[in-house]
């Protein structure tokens, strides 16, 4: 059954991301990186942590991201460590680590992926598993301030201002962005803001992100040995599963005196006495 679990939030992880502007809400930390804001800075030690709110959370949780390690990948040029972190009250934190190359805003940047989801053992996704996986950004244009901008969008440039958070003051530009679908997003930047630049979010849907912490001294939190995942074996042991609970319905032995069916099973059926 463990494993059973490690296979549902593989296909979590890997399912094609949601075409939203800016950040991406409906997504695990793995999945967000083609949907960053515009004017990626790595920056080895940069860190910034965020405090996020939406609808569909009971309270607000906090989002980490560092950048750990920079390393040469051959005629690639230069790769990045990147780190997130989420956790929710109540919930233990999930932390991906990505190795990035290149324009954040393109699936193909990710060379490797390994999730940690404690106190579970950190596992890797077989490169491969991240080649076969739709680009995240399908639909969508680069915008250079905003990162992804969907088709049918407008951006309106809502000039500087100072904005305040708990993690200080910052010299931000400000856009504003409407959807398609009639949603509004306004978000705030800052050359000063490692990593992404990004101040605060908020959208009329209810979803919002504030800085509320940052510096430069980040250092990797994975351990030193992660084993890669094998998937293949992973997808064999779901359809043998599978296979099994058909066998065992199919045996279920049957109550002749209610109709051949269970009444525990059935709907509305009473407890028997």
Same mark, same amino acid.
Not at 50 to 54: D, H, N
Not at 140 to 152: E, F
């Given at each position: 059954m463990r494993r059973a679990g490690l296979l549902c939030l593989l296909l979590v992880l890997t399912a094609p991301p949601a075409r939203a502007e800016g950040f991406d809400l409906?997504?695990? /930390?793995?999945? &967000? !990186? /083609? +949907?960053?804001?515009?004017?990626?800075?790595p920056e080895v030690g940069g860190w910034v942590m965020?405090?996020? !709110?939406?609808p569909n959370l009971d309270a607000s949780k906090l989002y980490r991201m560092a950048c750990t390690d920079r390393v040469e990948i051959g005629a690639k040029g230069a790769g990045?460590?990147?780190?997130? !972190?989420?956790?929710?009250?109540?919930?233990?934190?999930?932390?991906?680590?990505?190795?990035?190359v290149g324009d954040l805003r393109d699936q193909a940047s990710m060379q490797r992926l390994m999730v940690w989801a404690p106190p579970q053992p950190p596992f890797e996704i077989p490169p491969a598993e991240l080649a076969a996986a739709e680009p995240g950004s399908q639909g $969508?244009?680069?915008?250079?301030?905003?990162?992804? &901008? $969907?088709?049918?969008s407008r951006k309106r440039p809502l000039g500087s201002r100072m904005i305040k958070t708990a993690a200080g003051r910052f010299q931000s530009r400000g856009f504003k962005i409407q959807r398609p679908d009639g949603t509004k997003v306004e978000m705030w930047l +800052? +050359?000063?803001?490692? &990593?992404?630049g990004l101040v605060?979010?908020? +959208?009329?849907?209810?979803v919002s992100w504030e800085l509320v912490g940052t510096g430069r001294d980040a250092r990797s939190s994975f351990p030193e040995d992660v084993a890669v995942l094998d998937v293949a074996g992973m997808r064999k042991f779901s359809k043998e599963l599978e296979k099994l609970q058909a066998g065992l319905s199919e045996t279920q032995p049957r109550d002749e005196a209610h109709g051949g069916t269970d009444p525990l099973?059935?709907?509305? !059926?009473?407890?028997?006495?």
């Open positions: 409906g997504r695990t /930390p793995a999945g &967000l !990186a /083609p +949907s960053l804001p515009g004017g990626w800075k965020y405090k996020v !709110a939406a990045y460590w990147l780190e997130m !972190a989420d956790a929710e009250p109540g919930r233990g934190s999930v932390v991906t680590r990505m190795l990035l $969508c244009s680069a915008d250079r301030d905003v990162g992804p &901008l $969907c088709a049918g +800052s +050359s000063a803001v490692p &990593l992404i605060r979010q908020t +959208s009329s849907a209810g099973e059935g709907p509305g !059926a009473p407890l028997p006495p």
